[in-house]
């Protein structure tokens, strides 16, 4: 799409500089969050508090994030389903939930009457 100008992309050398790149605190902003897409998860992702800043994390739709990756999260949220279903397609997941973030976030920049 013609969107790709409007957004801004960071590359980081391993999964350890990514770490270190969540870790960093800039003066005057926000700690950045490491939320996780999980079937694993306990809560909906409709039960999470979004902040600015927050990362969304999706694993592989075979196998989901290894243990470690999971570990490294500060939250952990999943788009309850009924059963039989297991899951979501990964892109269709992230947009679900990255929608519902921003809508939150959206409410949260409205001036109070």
Same mark, same amino acid.
């Given at each position: 799409?013609?969107?790709?100008? &409007?957004?801004?992309?960071? *590359?980081? =050398? $391993?999964?350890?500089?990514?770490?270190?790149?969540?870790?960093? @605190?800039?003066? /005057? &902003? *926000?700690?950045?969050?490491? =939320?996780?897409? $999980?079937?694993?998860?306990?809560?909906?992702?409709?039960?999470?508090?979004? &902040?600015?800043?927050? =990362?969304?994390?999706? /694993?592989?739709?075979?196998? /989901?994030?290894?243990?470690?990756?999971?570990?490294?999260? @500060?939250?952990?949220?999943?788009?309850?389903? *009924?059963?039989? +279903?297991? $899951?979501?397609?990964? +892109?269709? +997941?992230?947009? =679900?939930?990255?929608?519902? +973030?921003?809508? &939150?976030? $959206?409410?949260?920049?409205?001036?109070?009457?």
């Amino acid at each position: 799409m013609d969107y790709l100008n &409007q957004i801004h992309l960071e *590359r980081h =050398i $391993s999964y350890a500089a990514f770490i270190d790149y969540l870790r960093l @605190e800039a003066p /005057g &902003q *926000r700690r950045k969050r490491l =939320i996780l897409l $999980s079937t694993k998860a306990e809560s909906a992702y409709t039960d999470c508090a979004y &902040q600015a800043g927050d =990362i969304l994390l999706v /694993g592989r739709e075979s196998a /989901g994030v290894p243990d470690e990756v999971f570990a490294d999260c @500060e939250r952990a949220v999943k788009i309850p389903m *009924r059963p039989p +279903a297991r $899951s979501l397609n990964v +892109a269709v +997941a992230a947009a =679900i939930v990255m929608s519902e +973030a921003l809508r &939150q976030l $959206s409410l949260n920049d409205r001036p109070t009457p």
